[in-house]
């Protein structure tokens, strides 16, 4: 089955500074990437996702990257604030496939003020 | 607020006993999805019901069983309860059968002494 690896697990940046977490996954077969925030205690909220005929999406301050052939995804977070702070998780998935999300691990940024 | 709702929010039981947990998607969501949320395991999908029928099955144990009902809610059965079965079950709606776009509800956290 699908296989996401998350890295760094852990990620300090100071107020202001640009922060990337990166995901690797093993199935090639995998069409779709959603990222997911979680505060301490509160549900997962999707954040961004980005399917497979798209190398690049971006919302107001974050974005997501997607490399195919090196089946590797990033999210990107410019400007960074304080309520950025939380577990973010990656996942993928493949539509017509088994239908389930793999997830990451989790990373943890913290956002020093 | 993601339209997701669960309950009850906290659940405190004993060995060898049997909980049950609901969900009631957002309004007009089709699938549902069970996720066990552990420290060392992170989040996990359990199973995802599509309106009213099994869809997707992940690592869920067989003393768990899940169901949707006509009006879309779901139940999740955890019988013969173990200390390891402590964690935050969550569940999650979208509106079609693929992974995608699934909304979390706010989560149960089970405690088992």
């Known amino acids: 089955g699908e296989n996401v690896e998350q890295h760094p697990s852990t990620l300090s940046v100071q107020e202001g500074d640009s922060a990337v977490i990166k995901c690797t996954y093993s199935?090639?077969?995998?069409?779709?990437f959603p990222w997911y925030k979680q505060e301490l205690g509160k549900r997962p909220q999707l954040i961004i996702d980005i399917r497979s005929n798209v190398g690049e999406k971006k919302d107001q301050r974050i974005a997501v990257t997607l490399n195919k052939t090196a089946k590797h995804f990033s999210l990107h977070i410019t400007e960074t604030q304080p309520e950025d702070s939380a577990v973010y998780f990656c996942?993928?998935?493949?539509?017509?496939?088994?239908?389930?999300?793999?997830f990451g691990k989790g990373n943890q940024v913290v956002v020093i003020p | 607020d993601s339209g997701v709702t669960q309950t009850p929010k906290h659940l405190i039981t004993a060995t060898g006993q049997r909980v049950t947990l609901r969900c009631s998607p957002r309004s007009g969501d089709l699938s549902v999805y069970w996720y066990q949320q552990s420290l060392d395991q992170g989040l996990q999908f359990l199973i995802q019901y599509y309106n009213g029928e099994e869809r997707a099955k992940g690592n869920i144990l067989e003393r768990f069983s899940a169901q949707q009902f006509p009006d879309l809610h779901s139940e999740l059965n955890l019988s013969s309860l173990e200390l390891g079965d402590s964690a935050l079950y969550f569940c999650?709606?979208?509106?079609?059968?693929?992974?995608?776009?699934?909304?979390f509800g706010p989560g149960t956290r089970l405690t088992v002494t």
């Open positions: 996942a993928a998935s493949q539509e017509g496939g088994n239908n389930r999300l793999a």
């Open positions: 999650a709606s979208s509106a079609g059968q693929g992974p995608y776009e699934q909304y």
């Open positions: 199935d090639s077969a995998s069409n779709y």
